[in-house]
T-cell receptor, first 115, second 111 residues
């Protein structure tokens, strides 16, 4: 089945530093990947849609300069949280869809804690 | 109106009970529909896709009503292991992909 690998699974960083999260499709090519954020006991919120070879599409209210997305190849998208603040602490998850006949496969998520 | 709406629950049901969740969506052009299951502090996992003709997988039955713009999930003979949050997902793929999640319905199966 389709597998999406996400790293790291857990990261603790200091305020003001940047954190990079990787999302890889292991056995399929993904021209589009999605990045979500989930706060405790809240629903998944789409942050941005990552497009291979072009700029990401950000949802309203998501700062593109703070959450940098790079989708340089058909199997890798990265999300960089720049100048992290404690309020950025959350569960970040990526997903991709192998083709129109499949549902969306999720990475295992990254739990970010900014101290 | 939210794009995808679900009753957040929680639904507390005894083992063996039958429970049903509904989910409504606002974009009539939506094309793909799914139910996901999310356990606490884990990523969502696909439970089943939802087709116009309805589909069944063991104890789980999903249905789509395009006219009324809702999808449903029925769980029969609930097990303790069914306790989780069930997410309704609606997707649109017209030139670009847009995926919208419901807020989830929490199910707690009680011994």
């Amino acid at each position: 089945g389709a597998v999406v690998s996400q790293h790291p699974s857990r990261v603790i960083c200091k305020s003001g530093t940047s954190v990079k999260i990787e999302c890889r499709s292991l056995d399929f090519q993904a021209t589009t990947m999605f990045w979500y954020r989930q706060f405790p006991k809240k629903s998944l919120m789409l942050m941005a849609t990552s497009n291979e070879g072009s700029k990401a599409t950000y949802e309203q209210g998501v700062e593109k300069d703070k959450f940098l997305i790079n989708h340089a190849s058909l199997t890798l998208s990265t999300l960089t949280v720049t100048s992290a603040h404690p309020e950025d602490s959350s569960f970040y998850i990526c997903s991709a869809r192998p083709d129109i006949y499949y549902g969306y496969t999720f990475g295992s998520g990254t739990r970010l804690t900014v101290v | 109106r939210k794009e995808v709406e679900q009753d957040p629950g929680p639904f507390n049901v005894p083992e063996g009970a039958t429970v049903a969740f509904n989910c409504t969506y606002s974009n009539s052009a939506s094309q793909s529909f799914f139910w996901y299951r999310q356990d606490c502090r884990k990523e969502p996992k696909l439970l089943m896709s939802v087709y116009s003709s309805g589909n069944e997988d063991g104890r789980f039955t999903a249905q789509l009503n395009r006219a009324s713009q809702y999808i449903s999930l029925l769980i029969r003979d609930s097990k303790l292991s069914d306790s989780a949050t069930y997410l309704c997902v609606v997707s649109f793929s017209g030139g670009y992909q847009k995926v919208t999640f419901g807020t989830g319905t929490k199910l707690q199966v009680i011994p």
